[in-house]
């Protein structure tokens, strides 16, 4: 298993951001999805496979939202993300149809179009970044292969806009953009480059692409998400650029300050991508 320098996901963090994401899913890719799957959904059902799962956010918001029975199969790495995942799934499908659940701690960077035949869905979230350019190329041919549509959900994309503007937080974003491109274990990971390399990965291999802005857009009502993201995003610049450590507790002070006072706003960018094999007709709203 590949689980070189790779972070372990807190649960406490994926139930913290659960909220935030199901408000920045890019609902507009529903549609061309659902027209896609009609085929497998009328005739026996779809089989879904959830690639870094953690505890079935994904899941949670997707499954209840495509008609037919549904087989989902959850990879993730960390076998203590996957305990009691299927219970937390939502029961029937968009029609009423019944939900299978499937866990198994898998490495999904080795995934091959054997492992994907007859799958009609992979999707995943908050994922991509974690990947090399191979492993994305490698994924994006397995899928090719397995003829399946393919959900890619919320990648960063580098960019935050936080208000009040301070003049320190574009030193904090690249110091933070470089450390999600840092090399870990041997593999150079995609970080912000994500989106871009999925699109010319999936294209490459025959597929449409179409892409979605799907950003967190956190105020008030966000305050330990906000703060939580702050702390992990000032630790992993800090980390990549150890000059900025004399700033960044007087950093932290004042934008931990504004958020606990209900004044801090965040956008973190991210995009949500769809990829159907061949070059189906119909068209996304913007
Ligand atoms: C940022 S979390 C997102 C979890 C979940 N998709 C969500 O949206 O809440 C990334 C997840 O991918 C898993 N992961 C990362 N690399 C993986 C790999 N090579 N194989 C399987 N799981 C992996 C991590 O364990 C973690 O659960």
């Known amino acids: 298993m590949n689980t070189v320098g790779s972070p372990r996901y807190a649960p406490e963090w994926l139930a913290l951001r659960e909220d935030a994401d199901v408000r920045a899913r890019a609902e507009q890719l529903l549609d061309p999805l659902v ?13 879904v496979r959830d690639l870094g799962c953690g505890t079935g956010s994904m899941g949670r918001w997707l499954a209840s939202r495509l008609p037919g029975p549904q087989s989902w199969f959850m990879y993730d790495r960390d076998p203590a993300l996957l305990e009691n995942i299927a219970a937390r799934m939502p029961r029937e499908a ?13 490495d999904i960077t080795r995934l091959t179009g054997d492992d994907l035949a007859g799958t009609s869905l992979v999707t ?10 191979d492993e994305m190329e490698a994924l994006a041919a397995a899928c090719a292969e397995a003829g399946c549509a393919v959900l890619l959900a919320l990648s960063v994309e580098g960019r935050v806009e936080i208000g009040p503007a301070d003049p ?41 692409v179409r892409t979605r802005p799907s950003p967190w857009r956190l105020g008030p009502d966000d305050r330990a998400l906000t703060a939580q993201w702050l702390l ?23 934008r931990l ?30």
């Open 35 to 47: 027209g896609f799957l009609a085929g497998a959904a009328a005739s026996g059902g779809l089989t």
């Open 94 to 106: 968009a029609d009423g149809s019944p939900l299978e659940v499937i866990p198994q701690q898998r």
């Open 124 to 133: 995943a979230s908050a994922l991509l970044d974690l990947l090399t350019a």
């Open 168 to 208: 320190l937080d574009e030193k904090f974003n690249a110091a933070f953009n470089a450390h999600q491109r840092r090399t870990d274990g041997g593999r150079r990971l995609l970080g912000p480059d994500a989106v871009d390399a999925a699109t010319a990965a999936f294209e490459r291999n025959g597929a449409t």
């Open 232 to 254: 992990g995003w000032v630790a992993a610049a800090c980390a990549q650029e150890p000059s900025l450590e004399a700033a960044s507790e007087d950093y932290l002070r004042r």
């Open 257 to 286: 300050d504004a958020c606990d006072a209900g004044e801090l706003r965040a956008v973190v960018h991210h995009r949500d991508l769809l990829a159907l094999p061949g070059d189906p007709a119909g068209t996304v709203p913007a």
